[in-house]
C-alpha cells in the first residue's frame, strides 16, 4: 500500500479526531488516546499525529497540558468562533463593509432574540451602559482621545450585553468576533466625523426601548439603522486605515 503524503496524513488525523468527537467517542473534556494508539488507529506517523493535533488546537478543538496529555475543549462557540475574530482583524480597510454588513445582519436578530429573552437585571445593565456612555460624551473632556475610546468601549460593551441576552451562544461569538474590527472604524469615523458618538447614543437609546418595549421586529429594525450608519461610512471611505494612526512619539522617533 502506497503511504499517504504527509499534508493527506495530517488530514486524516483531523478528520479522524473530529469523527470521534461527532460520534460521542471523545466528550469535551476527555483525554484523547496515548500517541501511539492514536497513531495506529488513524495509520499515520507520529509527526504527523502531532500536526494533526496542533491544526486542532488552533481551530479550538483540543488542548495539550504539559506533562497531562491533550484534552477536548469545552467545545463552546466563543472558543470553536475565535478565528472569526482573527479574520476580522486582517481584513483590509477596503473590505471593512463587507464585514459590518455581515455584523448588521447578525446583530439584527441578535437584538431581536434578546427582545424576547433578556431579563430585567440585563436590561437595566444596558442602562447603566449607555449612562456611563452619556456622561462621558458631556463631560468636560468629551473630544479628548481617551474619553472617545472609552465611550467607544461602552457601545462595544453595550453591543455585547445584547448579543449574550439573547441566549444564543454561537450568534453571541460571532458578533463579539466582529467587534474589534467593527471598533476601529468606529474610532476613525469618531475622529473624522463631528456629531457621530453623539448620533450612535441617541440610536443606542432607541435600541434599548426596543428592547424594553419587548417587540422583536421593532428592536431588530433599530439595530438595523444603527449599524446600517458606520457600514455606509466603510462604503464611502474605502481607502482609509480601519483606525486612525497614532501619533509619532517624539521621544522614541528614530532620526534620520
Known amino acids: 500500500m502506497t503511504a499517504l ?6 488530514a486524516v488525523v483531523i478528520d479522524g479526531i473530529k469523527a470521534m468527537i461527532t460520534e460521542g467517542m471523545l466528550a469535551p473534556g476527555d483525554r484523547l488516546p496515548v500517541e501511539r494508539d492514536l497513531a495506529a488507529r488513524f495509520g499515520v506517523s507520529r509527526g504527523s499525529l502531532r500536526e494533526g493535533v496542533r491544526a486542532l488546537a488552533t481551530l479550538g478543538i483540543v488542548e495539550t497540558r504539559q506533562g497531562a496529555g491533550t484534552y477536548v475543549t469545552s467545545l463552546e462557540p466563543a472558543h470553536l468562533l475565535g478565528p472569526v475574530g482573527l479574520l476580522a482583524d486582517i481584513t483590509p480597510a477596503h473590505r471593512a463593509a463587507d464585514l459590518l454588513a455581515v455584523r448588521r445582519v447578525l446583530e439584527s436578530e441578535a437584538v431581536a432574540l434578546a427582545a424576547r429573552h433578556a431579563t430585567d437585571a440585563e436590561l437595566d445593565a444596558m442602562e447603566a451602559i449607555l449612562a456611563d456612555a452619556e456622561a462621558r460624551l458631556a ?4 473630544a479628548d482621545a481617551d474619553d472617545l475610546a472609552a465611550a467607544i468601549e461602552s457601545d462595544t460593551a453595550f453591543h455585547r450585553a445584547i448579543a449574550v ?16 474590527h467593527t471598533l476601529r472604524t468606529r474610532l476613525w469615523r469618531t475622529v473624522t466625523e463631528a456629531g ?3 448620533d450612535a447614543h441617541r440610536e443606542h437609546r432607541d435600541v434599548l426601548a426596543g428592547l424594553r418595549s419587548r417587540d422583536p421586529d421593532l428592536a431588530r429594525l433599530r439595530m438595523a439603522v444603527h449599524l ?8 464611502t471611505h474605502p481607502d482609509e486605515p480601519a483606525a486612525p494612526a497614532a501619533p509619532a512619539d517624539p521621544d522614541t522617533e528614530e532620526t534620520p
Open 196 to 198: 457621530s458618538m453623539h
Open 5 to 10: 503524503p504527509p499534508a493527506s496524513q495530517t
Open 139 to 142: 463631560g468636560p473632556g468629551a
Open 228 to 235: 446600517v450608519g458606520v457600514e455606509r461610512y466603510a462604503l
Open 165 to 180: 441576552a439573547g441566549r444564543n451562544g454561537a450568534l453571541a461569538a460571532l458578533v463579539d468576533g466582529l467587534m474589534s
